[in-house]
T-cell receptor, first 117, second 113 residues
Framework: AQSVTQLDSHVSVSEGTPVLLRCNYSSSYSPSLFWYVQHPNKGLQLLLKYTSAATLVKGINGFEAEFKKSETSFHLTKPSAHMSDAAEYFCVVRLYAGGTSYGKLTFGQGTILTVHP | NAGVTQTPKFRVLKTGQSMTLLCAQDMNHEYMYWYRQDPGMGLRLIHYSVGEGTTAKGEVPDGYNVSRLKKQNFLLGLESAAPSQTSVYFC????????????FGPGTRLTVT
C-alpha cells in the first residue's frame, strides 16, 4: 500500500522568506513523486516531479524538492516566497507500474500556503 | 493546444436529477481520469480509462458512470444526484510513457440541493 502525509495543513510565511512544505510517503516499490499547485478556483498544475533520476528536482517558479529515500521524504522548498505563491500544494505519489499498467496516484491532504506582505 | 477542458464550469442540480460532465483533451493521451475534490480530503479517484472503449472503477465509483467512446473525450454521468455528490470534479489525462504525470482540467463545481 502507498500513502502520502503532508505534515502541515497550513503554512504562513512573509514575502521574501523561505518556504518549506513537508511531505512524507510510504511505498513498497520505487515511487514517482510529484508536487502540484492549485490556485483558488483553478485546476492543479504540475510543479515538479521525481522519477528516480537526480534526487534534487527543480521545478517551475523557483521551487525545488529533494527526494530522501532514507527519510521517505519529498519536501518542497523555495528560497524566497512571492505573493503569487499563495495557493494549495499537493504532494502526490505514484507506484511504479511497468508496461501499460495504470499506476495509481495517491494524493496528500494538501497544504495551504499563505504569504504575507 | 487547449490541454484538458471541462464542461460545464458550474452546475446546480436538485436531488434525483441527472447530468453529464464532459472532459476533452487534445494531447492524444491514452489515460483519462475523473476525480472529486472535497475539503480536507485531497483528490479521490472516481473512475479512469486506459484507452478508448475501456473504463474502470477508482476509489469512490458509487453513484457515477463513465464512458470513453472517443479517445479524446471522457464523460462522467450522475444518474440520480444526491447532496453527497456536491463537490468539485476534476478531469485529468496522462500519456503511457515516462513519468505519466497527469494534466488536469479547470474543474466543474457541482452543487446538489
Amino acid at each position: 500500500a502507498q500513502s502520502v502525509t503532508q505534515l502541515d495543513s497550513h503554512v504562513s510565511v512573509s514575502e521574501g522568506t523561505p518556504v518549506l512544505l513537508r511531505c512524507n510517503y510510504s511505498s513498497s516499490y520505487s515511487p514517482s513523486l510529484f508536487w502540484y499547485v492549485q490556485h483558488p478556483n483553478k485546476g492543479l498544475q504540475l510543479l515538479l516531479k521525481y522519477t528516480s533520476a537526480a534526487t534534487l528536482v527543480k521545478g517551475i517558479n523557483g521551487f525545488e524538492a529533494e527526494f530522501k529515500k532514507s527519510e521517505t521524504s519529498f519536501h518542497l522548498t523555495k528560497p524566497s516566497a512571492h505573493m503569487s505563491d499563495a495557493a494549495e500544494y499537493f504532494c502526490v505519489v505514484r507506484l511504479y507500474a511497468g508496461g501499460t499498467s495504470y499506476g495509481k496516484l495517491t494524493f496528500g491532504q494538501g497544504t495551504i500556503l499563505t504569504v504575507h506582505p | 493546444n487547449a490541454g484538458v477542458t471541462q464542461t460545464p464550469k458550474f452546475r446546480v442540480l436538485k436531488t434525483g436529477q441527472s447530468m453529464t460532465l464532459l472532459c476533452a483533451q487534445d494531447m492524444n493521451h491514452e489515460y483519462m481520469y475523473w476525480y472529486r475534490q472535497d475539503p480536507g480530503m485531497g483528490l479521490r479517484l472516481i473512475h479512469y480509462s486506459v484507452g478508448e472503449g475501456t473504463t474502470a472503477k477508482g476509489e469512490v465509483p458509487d453513484g457515477y458512470n463513465v464512458s470513453r467512446l472517443k479517445k479524446q473525450n471522457f464523460l462522467l454521468g450522475l444518474e440520480s444526484a444526491a447532496p453527497s455528490q456536491t463537490s468539485v470534479y476534476f478531469c485529468a489525462s496522462s500519456s503511457t510513457s515516462g513519468s505519466r504525470e497527469q494534466y488536469f482540467g479547470p474543474g466543474t463545481r457541482l452543487t446538489v440541493t
